[in-house]
Structure formats: C-alpha cells, structure tokens
C-alpha cells in the first residue's frame, strides 16, 4: 500500500484514509485501485460492519483527481493512459455506489471532481462548517463524471443542469439540499464520531450526532434557477438567461464564461439522460463516451494547460461560446464507442 492512502481495518470498520494533504488529497490511478480493491475484499468480509472515509489535513477532504500524467501523456498523442485511468476509476465508483454495508464519509474542506467520486456516492455524507463541494470540470473541458451526472440528476428540480455548467461551490447547507451530503456534523465532534463508529459498527451514530444543517442560499434561488436551467439544450439556456433580469442569471453568466462551451453543452445532455435512466453504471458509460474523447476531439488538454500548467487562465476553446456548439457536436462526444465502451 502506498503512503498516499491508508487503508485498514479498525475495529468494526473497514477504514480508508487518504493522505495527500500537501496535494489536497488528489486521487491518484494507484489510489483508485487500491480503493478498489479493498471494495472487493469488505464486501464479503464479516469483520467489517461498515466503511469509514476521511482524509488528512484541514483544506481538503479531495479536491479532485490526479491529472498531471493524463496530461503529460495526452500532450504528447497518448490517449491510453488517461482512458484506462477514467475506465478503472469509474468502475471504483460503481462499487462504492452499490456497496453492500453503510458507508460514512467525512467531507471536510473541498470535495470536488474526482474526490466526489470517492466521498459522495456513500449513504452517510457528513459535511462540516468548513465543506466546499463542487463539480468544476467544465472549467478544464470534461463533463462532471465519476457519476456525478447522477448526483447531479438527483438534485432538486433544475439545480444540477445549474450547478454541472457553472462549477458553483456548495457550502454545507446547499449541499445537503442539493442532495450530495446527507448529514451536518461540527468538525470539532468528528474524532468522537469515528470512534464510536469504529468500536459498535453502529451507523444510526450519525443520526444521533447531526445537527439542524446551515442556511442554503441555493434552496432559496432555486425557484429562479430551475426557470433558468430548464431548456433542452444549452442554446436554450444560455437564451433564458439572455432574457432575464434576475440577479442570478448575470452571476450564471459570469460563471459559465470561464468555462469550454463543449464541455457545458454535453454536460446538460449527460445529465438530462442520467436523470431519465437514473442508473449509475449508465451515467458512468455516457461520461466514459466523452472523457474518452477529451483529450483528442475535446478541450480537456487546453483546459489543463490554461488552468494547472501555464496557468494563464486564457484557454482558447475549441469553441468561440455556447452558441457555436451545434448538436452534431455533442453527439460526435457522446456516441457510443463500440468495442471501447465503458463497462462496470
């Protein structure tokens, strides 16, 4: 096992620790598969009651995935290893989806992007005052993947159409309205919490532990959003919110602006069909399809370059805004891939 995660059994749980602090807990191709692994081995172990994830350091429970070698190897025409990682991660998502005994995750600091993938898909997320979770990968030219299609389509009304193309933060209370948290724990009571976890395997400890969650500024604009997010595609929502003069529809427009108009078009198909499938392994399949084809056809290289390798902030889009991005365009990203296609 590498220094980078911690994984055990302690007690009555099966424990996994991520312990990349200085790199906010980005989640590495070996850490997926470690992660994995032990899915595999506690599913059918008696000993684990249920699972416990955290993460060292206070900034971050994961702030997203480890891009660099996807990027040094996509940069030079190597498109495998980027696709074997997204492939072998989104199976690891799958199982922590499905995973047959109770698993709680600790989400201190930000969860995004991949770290969505590893602290959002359990049935007992716990968010604190300090939580920031986001799905910020329109911003480097993917789609939210590591199933957040799902989470997003499992949002109240129109918020995950809002929060896939603007990448907005949630706080603790947005993110429990918002349906990827589940539980509002003081940060000062989580040591407290994990030991009595870790000694009676009792999960209905998080419901005695819970606090009323935090205001949600999300919930009160959501009325406004879901009028705004509703079109079919993103012509039609970048039009609505043309047409408006809510507040709201400037600081969407803001947002979006740093965004790959590519990226945002799909991630409103994605996640229109996930919401219609409401399957995880199919929400997984549709965005292996495009991240896939990030690298190549996509603006997933510029997008890392503008934001993590030059950091200039000025990536040039493969399209010049949201309204040069045609339907042929999307289904070229999101059509089925034949014999490469994703599989659980």
Same mark, same amino acid.
């Given at each position: 096992?590498?220094?980078?995660?911690?994984?055990?059994?302690?007690?009555?749980?099966g424990?996994?620790?991520?312990?990349?602090?200085?790199?906010?807990?980005?989640? #590495?191709?070996?850490?997926?598969?470690?992660?994995?692994?032990a899915? $595999?081995?506690? !599913?059918?172990?008696? *000993?684990?009651?249920?699972?416990?994830?955290?993460a060292?350091?206070?900034?971050?429970? @994961?702030?997203g995935? /480890?891009?660099?070698?996807?990027? &040094?190897?996509g @940069? !030079?025409?190597?498109?495998?290893?980027?696709?074997?990682?997204?492939?072998?991660?989104y199976r690891?998502?799958?199982?922590?989806?499905?995973?047959?005994?109770?698993?709680?995750?600790?989400?201190?600091?930000?969860?995004?992007?991949? +770290?969505?993938?590893? +602290?959002?898909?359990?049935?007992?997320?716990?968010?604190?005052?300090?939580?920031?979770i986001?799905?910020?990968?329109?911003?480097?030219?993917?789609?939210?993947?590591?199933g957040?299609?799902?989470?997003? !389509?499992? !949002?109240?009304?129109?918020?995950?159409?809002?929060? +896939?193309v #603007?990448?907005?933060?949630?706080?603790?209370? /947005?993110?429990?309205?918002?349906?990827?948290?589940?539980?509002?724990?003081p940060?000062?009571?989580?040591?407290?919490?994990?030991?009595?976890?870790?000694? #009676?395997?009792?999960?209905?400890?998080? /419901?005695?532990?819970?606090?009323? =969650?935090?205001?949600?500024?999300l919930?009160d604009?959501q009325?406004?959003?879901?009028?705004l997010?509703?079109?079919?595609?993103? *012509?039609?929502?970048? @039009? &609505?919110l043309?047409?408006? $003069?809510?507040?709201?529809?400037?600081?969407?427009?803001?947002?979006?602006? *740093?965004? @790959?108009?590519?990226a945002?078009?799909?991630?409103?198909?994605?996640?229109?069909?996930?919401?219609?499938? &409401?399957?995880?392994?199919?929400?997984?399949?549709?965005?292996?399809?495009? #991240? =896939?084809?990030?690298m190549?056809?996509?603006?997933?290289?510029?997008?890392?370059?503008?934001a993590?390798?030059?950091?200039?902030?000025?990536?040039?889009?493969?399209?010049?805004?949201?309204?040069?991005?045609?339907?042929?365009?999307?289904?070229?990203?999101?059509r089925?891939?034949g014999?490469?296609e994703?599989?659980?």
């Amino acid at each position: 096992m590498s220094d980078d995660i911690h994984i055990r059994i302690d007690g009555c749980a099966g424990r996994i620790t991520l312990n990349r602090p200085q790199a906010l807990n980005a989640v #590495t191709y070996k850490m997926c598969l470690e992660i994995d692994a032990a899915l $595999d081995t506690w !599913a059918e172990d008696d *000993r684990v009651t249920l699972l416990v994830i955290d993460a060292v350091g206070e900034r971050a429970f @994961s702030a997203g995935g /480890d891009i660099q070698e996807m990027y &040094d190897t996509g @940069s !030079a025409g190597d498109f495998a290893y980027g696709r074997k990682f997204w492939a072998d991660e989104y199976r690891m998502n799958a199982k922590l989806f499905r995973f047959p005994k109770p698993v709680v995750t600790f989400l201190q600091g930000f969860t995004m992007g991949g +770290g969505v993938g590893v +602290g959002c898909h359990g049935s007992h997320r716990i968010v604190c005052e300090s939580s920031q979770i986001a799905m910020p990968e329109c911003g480097i030219g993917l789609v939210p993947d590591v199933g957040g299609t799902l989470l997003l !389509a499992r !949002a109240p009304g129109r918020l995950g159409e809002y929060l +896939g193309v #603007t990448a907005a933060r949630m706080g603790p209370g /947005d993110a429990i309205h918002a349906e990827f948290a589940d539980y509002f724990v003081p940060e000062a009571g989580w040591e407290a919490l994990k030991a009595e976890l870790v000694e #009676t395997g009792d999960w209905e400890a998080v /419901d005695r532990a819970a606090q009323d =969650a935090p205001e949600s500024p999300l919930k009160d604009a959501q009325p406004v959003l879901d009028r705004l997010f509703s079109g079919e595609t993103l *012509r039609d929502v970048v @039009s &609505d919110l043309a047409a408006s $003069d809510a507040p709201e529809a400037r600081e969407a427009e803001a947002l979006m602006a *740093r965004n @790959s108009p590519l990226a945002m078009a799909c991630a409103v198909e994605l996640v229109h069909r996930a919401r219609g499938a &409401d399957d995880i392994a199919i929400s997984l399949r549709n965005e292996y399809r495009f #991240t =896939a084809r990030s690298m190549e056809h996509g603006d997933f290289i510029e997008g890392i370059r503008a934001a993590i390798i030059d950091k200039d902030r000025a990536p040039k889009w493969r399209h010049d805004g949201p309204l040069a991005v045609a339907a042929v365009d999307v289904a070229n990203m999101l059509r089925p891939l034949g014999v490469d296609e994703w599989k659980p």
